[in-house]
């Protein structure tokens, strides 16, 4: 067997292994067409409570940190900027910036891990909130993460008795 032989097994291996790949993760947006588009920045969102730059790692349905959301441009890890409003949360992204109504924030605490990023406890914001009636976590690793989660904690009113146990995503109370 010659080289050109070897050499033409592996490249079409190689084809095959991304063809996979991308009929998978057609299949995954398929599935998840159902997910509404977020909410575009409104012309007024009141005064700016804090500001925070790092990274966009990903979003996942509730409780599912493993199961990454490939539509409406929040399958793609980025650079991001966020600004906590007195009427919520600004995501801006490379590609698009959206906003997280205050209403619709559900929790704001600190998380380890998601897909494909493992850091330091506590090194990673997740903020769960509610995009139309599906329920997702978003994270994000910034080098303030207890003040983004403080910022983002303060928005959101809690009850006195939490009526929903934590997620099994080891989240902590920020």
Do not use: C, H
């Not at 067409?33 to 977020?38: E, F, G, H, L, Q």
């Amino acid at each position: 067997m010659t080289k050109e032989f070897w050499l033409t097994l592996v490249l079409a291996f190689f084809v095959v292994l991304v063809g996979l790949m991308a009929v998978g993760w057609y299949a995954r947006r398929r599935r998840q067409r159902n997910i509404p588009a977020p909410l575009p920045v409104p012309e007024n969102f009141g005064a700016e409570l804090a500001r925070f730059t790092g990274f966009y790692v990903s979003t996942t349905p509730d409780g599912e940190p493993l199961n990454r959301i490939a539509v409406r441009g929040l399958g793609f890890r980025a650079r991001a900027s966020l600004l906590v409003t007195e009427a919520g949360l600004i995501v801006s992204l490379p590609a698009s910036d959206f906003f997280i109504p205050k209403e619709d924030l559900r929790e704001a605490t600190k998380s380890r891990y998601t897909i494909d990023r493992v850091v330091e406890e506590g090194g990673l914001a997740l903020i769960a909130w509610t995009l139309g009636d599906v329920k997702l976590d978003s994270y994000f690793r910034v080098e303030q993460t207890a003040r983004l989660v403080d910022a983002v904690a303060s928005l959101i009113s809690r009850p006195a008795f939490p009526t929903e146990p934590a997620s099994p995503n080891e989240r902590e109370t920020a």
